[in-house]
C-alpha cells in the first residue's frame, strides 16, 4: 500500500507539522484522476526564485516555465525562428526604431486589457531596474513608448536587427500594472498566460491554475504544481516514483535508472552550452597557432564524452552544436591524432621548460575528471600538465586580465536571447567583454560586426558560422563536448515539447491521460 | 544572578562574534561579493560593470566594512534584521517560517532519537556484557559513522522507490517528514544510547541503589526510580547541544529533501553573499543555541544540587 504509516505515529506527525503550518497535499502528488481535463500535474525544478519576481531575475524563467509569463515574441525551436506571441507582427520602421503590433482581444489573468500602454509599463519596469536583464537594458534599449492602443515603439541606441529576440526573451514578459503597484514585482493573477499562479510556498513551489480565459484556445490540465528542487538525485527519484511528472535537467548519474524505467521517457536535446578547453591566446606557449592546434590533436574527445560525460553529451565539432542553424556546415569533432600534435609541437618550437596549468571549476564537479583525461592526453605527446581546482569567483580577475594558461567552462550561447551575437562578440571580439581567450582577429570582428547589422536570419546565420570557422581555424580554444538538455517525463504526459533552455514546459495543450 | 548574567552576557558575545564572522566571510573568500550577488539573481558570466557600480551603491557596499556593520547592528538593536540583498525582502520573513521548519524537523529527530535511546540504553546497561548489549552497542556505535549524505539517498531508494511507502522528498504533509526525521534522528540516536548506557552503568554502581535495595526495594522499582532518573541526567545537556547543532546543521538534509528550513536559509545566504539574510540565519541560530545550552544547564542544575551550588 502506498504511503501507509501507522496512525499513531501519524497524528503525532500531523500535531507537531500543523504547528509548523505546512499543508497536507503531499499524498495526492501523483496520484491520478479519470477525466483529462481535470488532471493536475506536477513539475520538478532546478533552481527556486531568489529574487522575488522580479523578472529581470531568473524567476521570470520560473514564470515562464510555469505558463503564467508570455512574451511579445517567442523563439521557435523547430523553426530555429522567432515567432508571435502576445505582438502579432512587428517592422523595422528606421535604423534605431521597431514596431510592434499588440495582439487584440487578451486580457490579463486579473480581467484587464493587454494594451501598448500595459507593455510598456511592463518593460519599463525590467528597463529601470537595478540591475537590468542583459537582453533587455539600457545598453541595447533607449526607449520604450506606446504609439496607440496597439503599438509599441522600441528604440535602440545602435542599428540592430535583434530586437524582435530581445523581446523573446523570457525577462521582456508583459505582466499588467497591476503588478507593479507594490514594492515588490507581484505576477499572482497578473499574466496573460495559459496558467494563473494562486499560490506560493516560498523555496518550495508554485502552484497554478487553468486560465479559463486563455486567448490562445482551452487550457487541457486543470492546474500544476511547480517544485524548487535543487538537488538533481531528488528530481529523478521524484519523476521514477511518480510524484513529479515532469522533471527537469537530469544530472547525469541519474540517466541509467531512468532509461530503464518503463513509465518514464528521457529527453535530450543539443543545449547551447559546450564545454570548453579555453587557452590564453594571449601568452606563450599558446599564443603560437600551432601549438593550440597540437592541444587539439592530442585530445580525444569521443573517449572524453563516453567516459566523464557517460554518453550524456557528444565530441564537440566546434564552438557550436551541430543542431543550431548556425553551425559550421560539414563540421565534425576533431580526432585525435598524437603523431599530428607531435609534429605541431615541433613546429611550434615547444619546450616543456614548465608545466602548463589547466584551472577546472569547481561549481562543475565533472571538470576535474575532464582535467585529468586532458592531463593524460597531453602527456602522450611530452606536454606536461598541472591541475588546479577553484571557485569561479577566485579565478574570474585573472581569466580577465590573462594570468593563467588553460581553463575549463561552459558558457551558455543563448543565455541572453535566441541568438548567439552576444556570446560571439563578448567572448571573442577584440574589444570583448568576456574575451577569456584573449584573441583578436580583425576578419573575425568585422564578421561578427557585419553580423550585428543583418536583418535577415539566414544572412546573419552564414555569418555566424564564417565567425565560427575562424575561431575552429586558429584553435583558439579546444571545444571539448556539446552538452545535451536532459529531462524526463511520466509517460501519460501527453504534447510535452522539450525547450533545451528551460523556459516553456506548461502550455495550453500539455496534457495528462486519465488512469 | 550570576549565572544567568554570565550566560547573557555569553549570548550576546556570540552573537555578536558570530554575526561579524559571517559579515566578513564574503570579503575574506575569494571573488568580488557584488558579482556573486548579481550572479544569484541572473544566470551568466558576463556581468556589465555598470550594474556591478548600481548594485554596490544601493547596497552601500562602498561603505567602510565597520560602518556597514554597525549599520546593520544598529538596525538589529531596533528588531530589524534588514533587507535580503537578493530579494529585496525583509530577512525576518525569511528567517522566521524556515525557523519553525526547522525547529519541527530538529523537534521530531530529536524526540524520536530520545525515545528509542532510552530504551536501548536502558536495557544495554541492564544487559551489560551480555549478547543483547554488545548488539545495541555495534548497532548504534555503526550509525555514528554513517554520514546524512549517504544515508539520505539511501533512504529514498529503499522508502521511496523500491517500497513506495513514503514521499522521496519536500514538506508537505506528515509523510514527508518521516524519511528526514529518520536521517537526522540516526546519529544522535547513537550517541544518546551510548550516553544512556553509560549513565545507567553508573547510577546502577551508585551507593544510594544498593541502599535502595536494602531497603526491600525490588530491581524493577530500584531501576525504576532510582538508575534511570540519575541515568539520564547527562541526556539533558547532550539533546541541548544536538539541539543547539541541527538547528544550523541540517543544511545537508534539507537541500536533499527540499526542505526550505534554517540549514538551506544559511547555505543560501553565504553562497549569494546575501550577508543581512545570513546574518539573520546566523543570529537567530547562535542566539537558540545559546538559550538552550544555559536552559539545559538549568535543568541540569535543578535536578542535580550539585551542579546548582557549584553555580551559586
Known sequence: MRFSLPSSLSLGLVALLSLSGCGFSGSAAGTKQAASTDQRIVVDNFRAPVANWALESDAAYILSLSGCLETLTRYDESQGKIVPSLATEWKQVSPLEWDFTIREGVKFQDGSVLNADAVVGSLRNVLNADVPARAFSPKVVSAVKALDDHTVRVTTPTESPLVPYR??????????????????????????????????????????????????????????????????????????????????????????????????????????????????????????????KAVRSALDLDALAASVYEGAAVAASGPFAPSEPWAIEGAEAPKQDLEAAKKLLASAGYSADRPLEIVAIVERAEFADVATVIQDNLKAVGVPVKIQTKEYAAVEPDLLSGNYDMVLSQRNRLIDIADPIGFLTADYTCDGTYNLSHFCNAEYDKKVAQAAKTPDAEERYKLYAEAGQILQDQAVNVWLVNEQAIDAVRTDLQAHVQDPLSRYVLRADTAKSGS | MPFLARRTAALVAAVLLASFTVFLIPYVTPGDPVRKIIRSRVAGDVIDDSAVDALSLQLGLNDPLWTQYLRWLGRLGSGDMGLSYTSRTPVADQVLPALWITLSLVVLALGTAVAISVVLGVAAALQEGRPADRVITAVTQAFIALPEYWLAPLFVLVFALQLSLLPSAGWEGP????????????????????????????????????????????????????????????????????????????????????????GRLLFDGVLNSDIPLAQGAVVVVVGLAVLLTTAADLVHGILNPQIRMSHA
Not at chain 1, 538537488?231 to 541519474?254: F, M, N, Y
Request: net charge negative; hydrophobic share 45%.
Open chain 1, 167 to 292: 523581446l523573446a526573451s523570457v525577462n521582456t514578459g508583459v505582466l499588467s500594472p497591476a503588478a507593479f503597484q507594490g514594492e515588490t514585482v507581484d505576477p499572482f493573477g497578473h499574466c496573460t498566460g495559459p496558467f494563473k499562479p494562486v499560490s506560493e510556498k516560498p523555496k518550495q513551489s508554485l502552484t497554478l491554475d487553468r486560465n479559463e480565459d486563455y486567448w490562445g484556445g482551452e487550457v487541457q490540465l486543470a492546474g500544476a504544481e511547480i517544485r524548487f528542487i535543487t538537488d538533481g538525485a531528488t528530481r529523478t527519484a521524484q519523476v521514477q516514483t511518480g510524484e513529479a511528472d515532469v522533471s527537469l535537467s537530469i544530472p547525469v548519474s541519474g540517466l541509467a535508472a531512468l532509461e530503464g524505467d518503463s513509465n518514464v521517457k528521457v529527453l535530450k536535446a543539443d543545449s547551447p552550452r559546450t564545454a570548453t578547453l579555453y587557452m590564453n591566446n594571449g601568452k606563450a606557449p599558446f599564443d603560437d597557432v600551432d601549438f593550440r
Open chain 2, 175 to 262: 509523510l514527508s517528514a518521516v524519511l528526514p526525521v529518520a536521517v537526522l534522528a540516526l546519529r544522535p540516536t547513537s550517541y544518546f544510547t551510548s550516553a544512556v548506557r553509560e549513565g545507567v552503568l553508573e547510577a546502577l554502581s551508585a551507593e544510594h541503589v544498593a541502599a535502595a535495595r536494602s531497603r526491600g526495594l525490588s530491581h524493577l522499582q530500584t531501576v525504576w526510580k532510582h538508575v534511570i532518573p540519575n541515568g539520564l541526567l547527562p541526556l539533558t545537556t547532550l539533546v541541548a547541544v544536538w539541539f543547539a547543532g541541527l538547528l544550523g546543521g541540517s543544511v545537508i538534509v534539507e537541500v536533499i529533501f527540499a526542505i526550505p528550513g534554517m
